[in-house]
């Protein structure tokens, strides 16, 4: 028996089309050499298509702080023959062992095929494509036969593993559908795949016509989505019930559906014009402790779903590069050609030259990313994160999250616990020139899961501070020492008194018997150490 050959098409761009509009790029340099994809063709598969793949690897943000830039149309080729919203398929094939009534493709993340996705194929088919499947992850498959009698017979099995970071959806009948997981947030932990959904409408506006092929609808359901969020407007949406759902015997739908209108007001830099954005993060909490995965979208999944998405992000860690990167995504939904027209709405860019990036030519900053970042800087946090947490936590009017739940959904999302508070304290505030004392911080919650502080002094010609929290008098003077863990700081003042005493002072006060030390606690001679001891009190020879 063959093995089944597991085949993918790792073609890479060897150039892109750009538009005569792209934004500038000061610095050429970074996207001339684009290493190849060397991944084992056997065993190891990336699913992101290949403008996606160089996207997200090529360069970052982060170390691009001017926000007038953007590099979104470097990877955008209008004359691509794929969809770039798209994942890239594991492409299977195999060779039919005899006539069958049927064969059906069976894919779990278990040896023993415990919960898998199944996939009914032709009966003379020898090969399926596979969409949608988890990057990170090692699958198990196998093809089984099934013949006239009803008998069944494996035909081929094996393995192989995914890889990548970002996993979009491949949804027949709409589009720019996407996981939030895979992006690095609090901690350098991993956002949990398969928990919430980001894309475009499944019914068409102002009607209940159902966009989804049944394909589409299946795919979205095999994701594990149960619940739907819906961003638009009333008008826009004349029943409520979430073209997933399928009916139980009570006839009950088994897909949750709400609508929770977000004003146009709330899209992008005004996020805090009203509760929308706190009632929608509300209702999400609500369902992920059901078990129910969520998917969120407006029509298209570009501005109401970016505000969210922005919301969620940053809740959950996302630097603000990656928000960035999630936020021109939606770019590769549509062809884009660079001129005026339809063609145009689903550009979005990070930059500041807003005509490009809003449907709205009128009002082009609501619609864009960077004046967001400015206004955060505006706001109550050390971080984006702690920003966007403070300002769910403290909510709207009376919309508000607890920050049990906030701290819940955390948890839930990235597997992370924050520090709230940090104290700091030592047994003494007053040293004299040369003393020693240990810093004692401590956090909370206790079992946060950042545990490693980082010292500092404010002015290390007063003291100076280890990194291990000693604290070593070098001046006379008063300053502060700070503790910080997890962006959570806590200071505490130091005064540093000058004794004035001499080694002469020093020599003729010690007794004959009393043992002398140095700071670091190993006995020396006088006068040949910098630091003697006489019960608690340090000496400095060289005054």
């Known amino acids: 028996m063959r093995k089944l050959s597991v085949l993918f098409a790792m073609t890479l761009l060897t150039g892109y089309v750009f538009s005569q509009h792209r934004p500038t790029n000061p ?54 023959s794929f969809r770039c919203d798209w994942p890239k398929p594991v492409s299977l094939s195999w060779t039919n062992q005899s006539e069958v009534e049927s064969r059906r493709i069976e894919i779990s993340v278990e040896s023993d095929f415990s919960d898998s996705l199944v996939y009914k194929v032709g009966q003379d088919a020898d090969a399926y494509d596979v969409y949608n499947l988890i990057p990170g992850l090692i699958y198990y498959y196998r093809v089984v036969a099934v013949k006239a009698d009803q008998s069944e017979v494996v035909e081929d099995s094996g393995s192989f593993e995914t890889t990548g970071t970002l996993r979009m959806l491949r949804a027949d009948g709409t589009l720019n559908v996407r996981d939030m997981g895979g992006w690095t947030g609090l901690g350098g932990h991993k956002i949990a795949y398969g928990k919430l959904f980001r894309g475009g409408h499944l019914k068409a506006d102002g009607a209940n016509t159902v966009l989804l092929t049944d394909e589409g609808i299946a795919a979205m359901r095999d994701a594990g989505i149960r619940a739907e969020l819906d961003l638009r407007s009333s008008s826009n949406v004349p029943n409520r019930e979430s073209a997933l759902a399928v009916k139980d015997e009570n006839g009950k739908n088994d897909v949750d559906f709400n609508l929770v209108p977000e004003s146009v007001d709330a899209r ?23 078990g129910k995965p969520v998917f969120y979208h407006c029509s298209m999944g ?128 007053t040293l004299s020139v040369g003393e020693q004392v240990q810093l004692e911080p401590s956090r909370t919650p206790v079992d946060a899961t950042d545990s490693v502080f980082v010292f500092k002094s404010l002015d290390e010609n007063v003291v100076k501070v280890s990194q291990d929290g ?52 190993q006995e020396i001679d006088v006068p040949g150490g910098m630091y003697i001891r006489n019960g608690k009190t340090y000496y400095d020879l060289n005054q």
């Open 268 to 290: 992008m830099v005004n996020f805090d014009a009203n509760d929308s954005g706190i009632r929608e993060i509300q209702w999400i909490i609500k369902e992920l402790k059901a």
């Open 302 to 429: 570009a501005d109401r779903t970016g505000t969210l998405g922005f919301l969620l992000g940053a809740l959950f860690g996302m630097s603000d590069g990656d928000l960035a990167k999630d936020y021109e995504i939606t770019t590769f939904c549509s062809k884009y050609t660079g001129e005026d027209g339809y063609e145009h709405f689903f550009a979005r860019f990070r930059n500041y030259t807003g005509k490009w990036g809003s449907p709205d030519s009128r009002k082009p900053e609501e619609y864009m990313f960077a004046p967001v970042i400015d206004k955060l800087q505006k706001m109550s946090g050390s971080t984006t994160q702690r920003k966007i947490y403070t300002f769910l936590k403290n909510g709207v009017g009376n919309t508000k999250i607890p920050e049990k739940d906030l701290d819940w959904l955390i948890e839930y999302m990235v597997d992370y616990k924050m520090v709230k508070k940090v104290n700091l304290k030592a047994s003494t505030n």
């Open 470 to 521: 000693v604290v070593t008098a070098v001046g006379a003077g008063t300053t502060y020492v700070f503790a910080t863990v997890d962006n959570v700081s806590k200071s505490l003042k130091l005064t540093v008194t000058d004794s004035g005493t001499t080694v002469s002072d020093i020599q003729e006060s010690v007794p004959a018997d009393e043992k002398i030390y140095s700071t670091s606690g």
């Open 27 to 80: 610095d050429d340099s970074i996207f001339n050499s684009r290493p190849p994809v060397l991944l084992d063709v056997n065993t190891k598969y990336c699913l992101e298509n290949d403008s996606v793949y160089h996207y997200m690897n090529d360069f970052s943000y982060d170390t691009i702080p001017d926000l007038n830039v953007s590099y979104i149309l470097r990877y955008y080729d209008p004359e691509t």
